[in-house]
T-cell receptor, first 116, second 112 residues
């Protein structure tokens, strides 16, 4: 069974631009969570989608948004990029909504975003 | 509110020696605990989890973890470390009804 895939793997943008990242979960998984990983802040939860609905949201500004499609693929968008948005963005998929179950989250390889 | 702490930023161990990576947690309900490992330029890989039952959980690559309710700990262990175990390790907790919380990570260095 194929794992979680994320595209693109690397991205370089300039301040003020916007970016869209994509995540395809493991087949059959309906939940997708997004995380931001930086050396200083560690792994920070952005949001979780389950059955096309946002179930949980972390403490990030409104510039960060996401959506999930009927095939469970998810996209994350960051508008008006700032230097501090440079990070590794990870998505994780699980069978069901993580708060309601003990399902394991399986992570993709991440998208390395650099903002210049 | 739930939280998880990994008190050591870095753990150094010689190859062949046992290793321990520490994790403590705080939750209001029953804890569901996870360990993940991250190699450079890779996503997190699942190692093991504790949901209920036996306090000693065995996982991938020879790792195991012991759930200790009285000490609210879930330390990761391996009897004999390998150089290839060098990586960043994350402990995570979920008590149901809340999103999963990850620790800050512990970097493990195994010296040959």
């Amino acid at each position: 069974k194929a794992g979680v895939t994320q595209t693109p793997r690397y991205l370089i943008k300039t301040r003020g631009q916007q970016v869209t990242l994509s995540c395809s979960p493991i087949s059959g998984h309906r939940s997708v969570s997004w995380y931001q990983q930086t050396p200083g802040q560690g792994l920070q939860f952005l949001f979780e989608y389950f059955s096309e609905t946002q179930r949980n949201k972390g403490n990030f500004p409104g510039r960060f948004s996401g959506r999930q499609f009927s095939n469970s693929r998810s996209e994350m968008n960051v508008s008006t990029l700032e230097l501090g948005d440079s990070a590794l963005y990870l998505c994780a998929s699980s069978l069901a909504w993580t708060d309601a179950t003990t399902d394991t989250q399986y992570f993709g390889p991440g998208t390395r975003l650099t903002v210049l | 509110a739930q939280s998880v702490a990994q008190p050591e930023d870095q753990v150094n161990v010689a190859e062949g020696n046992p290793l321990t990576v520490k994790c403590t947690y705080s939750v209001s309900g029953n804890p569901y605990l996870f360990w993940y490992v991250q190699y450079p330029n890779r996503g997190l890989q699942f190692l093991l989890k504790y949901i209920t039952g036996d306090n000693l959980v065995k996982g991938s690559y020879g790792f195991e973890a012991e759930f200790n309710k009285s000490q609210t700990s879930f330390h990761l262990k391996k009897p004999s470390a390998l150089v290839s175990d060098s990586a960043l390790y994350f402990c995570a907790v979920n008590s149901g009804g809340f999103k999963t919380i990850f620790g800050a990570g512990t970097r493990l260095f195994v010296k040959a």
